[in-house]
């Protein structure tokens, strides 16, 4: 079974500051994919970030950042330029391919903007 | 393009009434999820479909759940009798593998049961 775990229940950065969220996985596969999702208070989830494992590169997008580290099993989101719209729940989430796409959702990390 | 279309949004409901979930799929996925999420529990998995196939439902809590795809496009859960632990957020997603490995939510249903 494959499980996911985020260590930080609870985060806060300054506006403007760079925060990075933890997130560790336990898998057998050497192929699959990981996530970060958003979730704000509208309860909306958002995706914000993916990674296939067989690309060494780190995904990038915009502000967001991923430090991927296979070997450690460790997938980290990096946030820049930290803004008041940011505040909200991020979920680390992996998939398995060939399994209907079924995702394994860590327990969440909620993260707060202070202005 | 839509996005994941979900109704109602909230539903208030009494102990032992019969409570219908639905969801409309963006066009053209073909696998369906349905989580819960709670306080106490997090996200959890309750069931996914494949091509209006279940593909598990170890997820469900008791028999009290119960999931359809009557077409490529629409999900119900259905929960029936109701019960006040039931309260909590559905959430549907679809994705489209193995072209698309992202899942895509929808807004969710608050569910309160009391």
């Known amino acids: 079974a494959q499980t996911v775990t985020q260590s930080q229940p609870e985060m806060s950065v300054q506006e403007a500051e760079t925060v990075t969220l933890s997130c560790t996985y336990d898998?057998?596969?050497?192929?699959?994919?990981l996530f970060w999702y958003k979730q704000p208070p509208s309860r909306q989830m958002i995706l914000v970030i993916r990674q296939e494992a067989y690309k060494q590169q780190n995904a990038t997008e915009n502000r967001f950042s991923v430090n991927f580290q296979k070997a450690a099993k460790s997938f980290s989101l990096k946030i820049s330029d930290s803004q008041l719209g940011d505040t909200a729940m991020y979920f680390c989430?992996?998939?398995?391919?060939?399994?209907?796409?079924?995702?394994?959702f860590g327990t969440g990390t909620s993260l707060t903007v202070i202005p | 393009d839509a996005g994941v279309i979900q109704s109602p949004r909230h539903e208030v409901t009494e102990m032992g009434q019969e409570v219908t979930l639905r969801c409309k799929l963006i066009?053209?996925?073909?696998?369906l999820f349905w989580y819960r999420q709670t306080m106490m529990r997090g996200l959890e998995l309750l069931i996914y479909f494949n091509n209006n196939v279940p593909i598990d439902d170890s997820g469900m809590p008791e028999d009290r759940f119960s999931a359809k795809m009557p077409n490529a496009s629409f999900s119900t859960l259905k929960i029936q009798p109701s019960e006040p632990r039931d309260s909590a957020v559905y959430f549907c997603a679809s994705s489209l593998p193995p072209v698309a490995d992202t899942q895509y939510f929808g807004p969710g249903t608050r569910l309160t049961v009391l």
């Open positions: 989430a992996f998939m398995k391919p060939n399994t209907g796409n079924q995702f394994y």
């Open positions: 066009s053209g996925h073909n696998s």
């Open positions: 898998t057998s596969e050497n192929n699959y994919y």
